[in-house]
């Protein structure tokens, strides 16, 4: 039921256009490394149907999903029933032991919660993803997503209402999301090896990965705006 609602919404509703998933292993372990964009994780259910339908060799893929929004009521069991797992270091060392395709947003919640006003703008990443595709040896695809910031608009944050409801934000926006049109812009596979020395050295590899997300976001712009 959750899949077909996915594919509703990636065919139908943001008529999804896919660039570049002929990079994506056929298979083995992968790391998917992608731009939060809006604020719901409704980019990680596009692009896990993306992977899902890749006409190059489809992946059954899972993501890692914040606490946050797997404690949700109706949403946390939608990404439950779509495969979505808890971000933790041990759940994502385990499905990559196990050679699965990973999903991994590095912003969490800084990147889904930044507002309109900050589209397109990455927020800091977290290092967590470097440190296990080094300890794995799992090749990195980055992944640059536009489309999602217009259909799902975060115009304000109540502060109040999350504080009330212990959450990092409240979005102020539109009752429904906006059928806006929506890219994925897949690069080719990065590797790296350690071992790694210092916090700084890891946090070089990781901008690498953010320079190249930030470059798929600028030419996923583009593609858009030539059609």
Do not use: W
């Not at 594919?7 to 139908?12: A, I, K, N, S, T």
């Not at 719901?40 to 059954?60: C, E, I, M």
């Not at 409240?170 to 090896?193: C, D, H, K, M, S």
């Not at 320079?211 to 030539?226: D, T």
Request: some cysteine; charged content about 20%; aromatic content about 10%.
């Amino acid at each position: 039921k959750a899949a077909s609602a996915v594919r509703f919404l990636y065919e139908h509703y943001f008529k999804v256009r896919a660039y570049g998933r002929e990079n994506i292993p056929k298979q083995g372990r992968v790391l998917i490394i992608a731009n939060h964009s809006g604020y719901l994780p409704l980019d990680g259910a596009l692009l896990g149907y993306s992977l899902l339908s890749n006409p190059y060799a489809p992946r059954v893929p899972r993501a890692m999903v914040e606490r946050l929004f797997t404690s949700f009521p109706y949403i946390g069991d939608f990404f439950n029933q779509i495969g979505a797992v808890t971000g933790q270091t041990q759940n994502c060392l385990d499905m990559l032991k196990q050679d699965e395709a990973v999903i991994v947003f590095p912003e969490g919640v800084r990147g889904t919660g930044k507002g309109f006003a900050k589209r397109y703008q990455l927020q800091r990443f977290g290092n967590g993803f470097m440190d296990i595709a080094i300890e794995t040896n799992t090749p990195i695809i980055p992944v640059g997503i536009v489309g999602c910031e217009e259909a799902l608009p975060m115009l304000g944050n109540a502060k109040g209402l999350a504080q009330k409801f212990g959450l990092p934000y409240f979005p102020i926006t539109l009752p429904l999301p906006i059928p806006a049109r929506v890219t994925l812009n897949f690069g080719e596979p990065l590797y790296f090896q350690g071992p790694v020395h210092s916090e700084d050295e890891l946090e070089a590899k990781v901008n690498i990965v953010k320079a190249k997300i930030r470059q798929l976001i600028v030419e996923a712009q583009h593609k858009q705006g030539a059609k």
